[in-house]
């Protein structure tokens, strides 16, 4: 079972920033963050992933909580085509990666 | 440049038969994986392989045999298709096993009727 709760959906108007948070409260020591994303009939793209300090790619910005209970993923100028859902795994040092139900990030115009 | 594809992207049948779907990656990956989408968009690993050897079987029915010919290529045979395969499946790679990230293919959906 996925060990992540995120809002079923949001929205964003589009140029501003999109905070998208996450709960993972049972999360251990060894355990990361990840964020992927499933635009419409395609399959998930990575994002960021991160393990208590922030982090910022290209793509967003992931911020975890000093006790790492909760992090948040931040879209800083959001576009059209980043409506999708965004998906919050906290992963272990195995290959699985367990998939919750996301959200759906709707930006609009 | 397709880095991970996957034929067919959409798979009719009818119950009971035997299918296949192909899966290859141009990334030179080591790692590579079955996922199930279902109807209420729940995605599930089913395999992973690496070096062509089964590393993660998701206690997924012996009707879906994976075969992986090469590191390049993972095909997912389905015998005795039921109603309930109906799903997206998607095909994904990574550079080696806990890879940070994981590529994925666009998926196939596969309809049983």
């Known amino acids: 079972d996925a060990k992540t709760t995120q809002p079923p959906s949001m929205d964003c108007a589009e140029g501003r920033a999109a905070n998208l948070p996450c709960n993972h409260s049972?999360?251990?020591?060894?355990?990361?963050v990840y964020w992927y994303r499933q635009i419409h009939s395609q399959g998930p793209q990575y994002i960021i992933h991160?393990?208590?300090n922030n982090e910022t790619n290209e793509m967003a910005s992931l911020i975890i909580t000093e006790d790492r209970k909760s992090s948040t993923l931040i879209l800083p100028h959001a576009t059209l085509r980043d409506t999708a859902v965004y998906y919050c795994i906290v992963r272990d040092n195995t290959d699985k990666l367990i998939f919750g139900t996301g959200t759906r990030l709707q930006v609009f115009p | 440049d397709t880095a991970v594809s996957q034929t067919p992207k959409y798979l009719v049948t009818q119950m009971g038969n035997d299918k296949s779907i192909k899966c290859e990656q141009n990334?030179?990956?080591?790692?590579m994986y079955w996922y199930k989408q279902d109807s209420k968009k729940f995605l599930k690993i089913m395999f992973s392989y690496n070096n062509k050897e089964l590393i993660i079987n998701e206690t997924v029915p012996n009707r879906f045999s994976p075969k992986s010919p090469d590191k390049a290529h993972l095909n997912l045979h389905i015998n005795s298709l039921e109603l309930g395969d109906s799903a997206v499946y998607f095909c994904a790679s990574s550079q080696a096993l806990a890879a940070n990230e994981q590529f994925f293919g666009p998926g196939t959906r596969l309809t049983v009727l």
């Open positions: 990334l030179g990956h080591d790692t």
């Open positions: 049972t999360i251990s020591g060894n355990e990361y």
């Open positions: 991160g393990l208590k």
